[in-house]
């Protein structure tokens, strides 16, 4: 079940498991909702890998309107997500031109000539000798975009398949028992509604 964080006649808001792909795959989350909530229109779309808040208009009017807000970068989008490692700086804005396509653990910020600007501000939340919490706050939004620039910066996303370390990744399930990426959408300030999912508690690895 799916939960309902917010609707009304134009939106749909609801906190996407990890693991349940919005579009595109089978069960996804369309398949899931539209039998009782009629057609929808994702405006934004987390990774497959990635829970938290999902918005979704609920005809082609509100679409339109709630697609160009993201795109005015006017909505706020704040993520929290675990880091491998102990993040050095306390807060500060990255800032590595990126491309706005996936890419792999090799180049992550993919071809130079494919890369445009891109702002990630973060703040440390938690932080041990092994993990650091964040919270993130796209400023842009290319695909990808905190994982590309956490990998960059070497600290990963403990559990990221694509740009993190396999091995690595492979010792933190075994240990926590969970194969989850540790990014989650955790507020979303748009349409004059503010939207949050509270961050899942296996993020709170510091005990």
């Known amino acids: 079940m799916v939960k309902i964080l917010s609707q009304n006649s134009d939106l749909l808001a609801v906190d996407k498991p990890v693991g349940l792909a919005?579009?595109?795959d089978?069960?996804?989350?369309?398949?899931?909702?539209?039998?009782?909530?009629?057609?929808l229109f994702p405006v934004h779309r987390l990774d497959k890998e990635t829970s938290g808040v999902q918005v979704l208009?609920?005809?082609e009017r509100a679409a339109r309107?709630?697609?160009?807000?993201?795109?005015?970068?006017t909505v706020v989008k704040i993520y929290h997500g675990l880091l491998r490692g102990e993040l050095k700086e306390s807060q500060g804005v990255w800032s590595a031109p990126l491309t706005d396509r996936a890419e792999g653990r090799r180049q992550p910020d993919g071809r130079a000539q494919d890369r445009v600007p891109c702002e990630t501000r973060f703040r440390v939340l938690n932080h041990s000798k092994?993990?650091?919490?964040?919270?993130?706050?796209?400023?842009?939004?290319r695909q990808h975009q905190i994982r590309k620039h956490a990998a960059l910066k070497k600290h990963h996303l403990v559990g990221d398949g694509r740009y993190g370390d396999p091995r690595?990744?492979?010792?933190?399930?075994?240990?926590?028992?969970t194969t989850r990426m540790f990014l989650h959408c955790h507020r979303l300030e748009i349409a004059d509604q503010v939207l949050e999912s509270p961050t899942p508690q296996e993020f709170m690895v510091f005990s």
């Open 22 to 24: 919005v579009h595109n």
């Open 26 to 39: 089978a069960g996804n989350l369309l398949l899931q909702l539209e039998p009782q909530w009629g057609k």
């Open 57 to 59: 208009a609920r005809n």
């Open 65 to 73: 309107r709630l697609a160009e807000e993201f795109q005015s970068r």
């Open 130 to 141: 092994y993990f650091t919490l964040c919270e993130f706050r796209l400023l842009t939004g």
């Open 168 to 177: 690595y990744n492979e010792k933190m399930a075994e240990l926590y028992k």
